[in-house]
Nanobody, 124 residues
Framework: QVQLVESGGGLAQPGGSLRLSCAASGFSFDSYGMGWFRQASGKEREFVAGINWNGAGTYSANSVKGRFTITRDNAKNTLYLQMTNLKPEDTALYYC?????????????????WGQGTQVTVSS
C-alpha cells in the first residue's frame, strides 16, 4: 500500500524556518513526481511546490518562490520542503502527495495519493 507520512511541522516565528519531510513507501518512489500542498483553515487546498521524478525539475507557487525549496532524496524515499522566511500566511496543514506520472503539475488532480498532513503554524 502506498503510504506518505509527513513530519517536521510545528510552531515557528515569522522569519523562521522549518523543514518538512515526507517518508514514502509502497511504490517506486524514484519513478514518480512528488508535490507539496497546503490547506489553511477555511480555505481550499493549494499547490505549494512540486518536483519531477529525478529531482531535475521543480515548480513552486508564486507565494513561496524564493522562500521554500522542494528537494528529494530518492535513495531514502524521502521528499523535503525547506521553508525559510516564514510568514503568518504560511500557516496551514501541509500535505505530501504522489504524482500520477514522472512529471509534476500544479493541480491536485495530477496526484493520486496523499499523506495525512503536518501542521505548520507561524505566529509571534
Amino acid at each position: 500500500q502506498v503510504q506518505l507520512v509527513e513530519s517536521g511541522g510545528g510552531l515557528a516565528q515569522p522569519g523562521g524556518s522549518l523543514r518538512l519531510s515526507c517518508a514514502a513507501s509502497g511504490f517506486s518512489f524514484d519513478s514518480y513526481g512528488m508535490g507539496w500542498f497546503r490547506q489553511a483553515s477555511g480555505k481550499e487546498r493549494e499547490f505549494v511546490a512540486g518536483i519531477n521524478w529525478n529531482g531535475a525539475g521543480t515548480y513552486s507557487a508564486n507565494s513561496v518562490k524564493g522562500r521554500f525549496t522542494i528537494t528529494r532524496d530518492n535513495a531514502k524515499n524521502t521528499l523535503y520542503l525547506q521553508m525559510t522566511n516564514l510568514k503568518p500566511e504560511d500557516t496551514a496543514l501541509y500535505y505530501c502527495a504522489k504524482s500520477l506520472r514522472k512529471m509534476v503539475e500544479r493541480t491536485g488532480t495530477d496526484y493520486d495519493y496523499w499523506g495525512q498532513g503536518t501542521q505548520v503554524t507561524v505566529s509571534s
